[in-house]
T-cell receptor
Framework: EAAVTQSPRSKVAVTGGKVTLSCHQTNNHDYMYWYRQDTGHGLRLIHYSYVADSTEKGDIPDGYKASRPSQENFSLILELASLSQTAVYFC??????????FGEGTRLSVL | GDQVEQSPSALSLHEGTGSALRCNFTTTMRAVQWFRKNSRGSLINLFYLASGTKENGRLKSAFDSKERYSTLHIRDAQLEDSGTYFCAAEAGDNNAPRFGAGTKLSVKP
């Protein structure tokens, strides 16, 4: 069954620390995305990728890096976590003309 | 600026009534998706449309790419329909869906 799996599902990090959020898809999709959602807002696009070994900046990339080492895996990296990066993060994958599939979300709290 | 404008931001309905949510787009979109966020915070896919309308039970969605909007109609609202609904649209230049800010729906007895 097609799936997008995020890990961890929740994390508490300290300000200035490094955080890596992982996403794994078994859908054989080319496209993958990272979003963040803040209370009272929609999801905002951070980074995305069309193909392995390549990433693109989304609408709010500052403070985040992304890595796509394989078609199945897409990571979001916070090198120096800040309080403002407390949010719920969603990963998704898709192919053209197909509905994107979303992961369950990762709740990140930066203290 | 935001490419997807969703309205209303909040909506209150009595059980058995209905209403519509709307997303307007500032650019031509080639597909739209509607979600409901469940109590666990997960996004539940309701519809994915490249054109026309789709219906599923008490929900119906329409997408007009030329007129740059999409709607989600809810009829005979039930208490369990309460939650936050999002639309997300894909522009023609790339596949990255952009989201509306959401509509918080409250269904009351």
């Amino acid at each position: 069954e097609a799936a997008v799996t995020q890990s961890p599902r929740s994390k508490v990090a300290v300000t200035g620390g490094k955080v890596t959020l992982s996403c794994h898809q078994t859908n054989n999709h080319d496209y993958m995305y990272w979003y963040r959602q803040d209370t009272g807002h929609g999801l905002r696009l951070i980074h995305y990728s069309y193909v392995a070994d390549s990433t693109e900046k989304g609408d709010i990339p500052d403070g985040y890096k992304a890595s796509r080492p394989s078609q199945e895996n897409f990571s979001l990296i916070l090198e120096l976590a800040s309080l403002s990066q407390t949010a719920v993060y969603f990963c998704a994958s898709s192919d053209p003309n197909q509905a994107p599939l979303f992961g369950e979300g990762t709740r990140l709290s930066v203290l | 600026g935001d490419q997807v404008e969703q309205s209303p931001s909040a909506l209150s309905l009595h059980e058995g009534t209905g209403s519509a949510l709307r997303c307007n787009f500032t650019t031509t979109m080639r597909a739209v998706q509607w979600f409901r966020k469940n109590s666990r915070g997960s996004l539940i896919n309701l519809f994915y449309l490249a054109s026309g309308t789709k219906e599923n039970g008490r929900l119906k969605s329409a997408f007009d790419s030329k007129e740059r909007y999409s709607t989600l109609h809810i009829r005979d609202a039930q208490l369990e329909d309460s939650g936050t609904y999002f639309c997300a649209a894909e522009a023609g230049d790339n596949n990255a869906p952009r989201f509306g800010a959401g509509t918080k729906l409250s269904v009351k007895p």
